[in-house]
């Protein structure tokens, strides 16, 4: 009885001793288990002992006293993170922009609805310290071309619940045609840029109706 790489010769199984070859198991040999050693010492024992660390305070722990739990990890894909990375862009763009309109400016901002329910937008900007409702934006940005009618419906359901001035959909690059329908049905004002000039300058003409 040994650990298996005694028994290897050329890569084939042979006994250490009278130099056969060990064809079949259970007729030439047989496994009698697993046997550890320790790489520090070389000590062989059956059956090892794990034990955890916690990585933030090393309270050590065994393998009894720990709470087994599934952790997430997430990362973006990469037209996420450009989509990310455009995202922050034109809302710093546009977050300037209104604070330079004497705009009193929150982004992002979340208000509680007349259902209780939190909702979160972009920006929100307010005409003045007496103002009770909000002007809304919130951005849409797309890298194959085309934003979806989806964010026009997630910010019907919001101002539904909230009292809002006006509610503006920032479109990058532009807007599908079902969601400018429902845009209008909605009474959104929908803006369609392809950069953060072409967005400002649109806001700047339709706040004067506001």
Sequence with gaps: ???????????????????????????????????????????????????????????????????????????????????????????????????????LVKSPATFQGKSGAQHSFDIVGFKGKGSEKPIVFDLAISTSGVVSEQPVISLFAKIFDISTEKAYLIAVPKLSENGRKMAELYKISAIEARNQEEAINSLRKDLGTV
Aim: hydrophobic share 40%; glycine share 2%.
């Design 1 to 103: 009885m040994d650990i298996e790489s005694n028994f290897l010769l050329d890569n084939e199984l042979t006994c250490p001793k009278c130099h056969v070859a060990l064809k079949n198991i259970d007729v030439d040999f047989r496994k009698a288990g697993i046997w550890c050693t320790c790489k520090t010492c070389r000590k062989s024992f059956d059956i090892p002992v794990p034990e955890h660390f916690c990585r933030t305070c090393n309270a050590k722990s065994t393998f009894e006293d720990v709470v087994i739990k599934d952790v997430y990890a997430y990362s973006l894909k990469a037209n996420g993170i450009t989509e990310s990375s455009l995202n922050c862009l034109f809302a710093d763009a546009i977050r300037k922009f209104l604070i330079e309109q004497d705009l």
